[in-house]
């Protein structure tokens, strides 16, 4: 039969085994959720980039609508049309990701 100073030693111990368990589930949710937030940025930084390239894309193609004759016009306009449809699907894109 144990000794009450024997059952106090095996609790504690077993209390110990646990916390022990639960700090390297603790540790390991710590390293996910720093993985989680290095991907996250990674994934905002590319779209980010993605979106300033379609802007100057549009951009371009604005001021090259603004400079363009009237024969060349209406396939410069399309150009920008196509840019700025481009333009507005990343945005949308990205904001429905980061919303999430």
Sequence with gaps: MATQTEARQ???QKVKAQLDKLNAQIDELKAKTAQA???ASADYHDR???LYAKRDAAQAK???MKQTSEDAWSE???GFENAWNELTGAFDRASQKFQQ
């Design 10 to 12: 095996e609790y504690q």
């Design 37 to 39: 937030k290095a991907d």
């Design 48 to 50: 980010m980039e993605e």
């Design 62 to 64: 604005f001021e090259e």
């Design 76 to 78: 410069v306009q399309s």
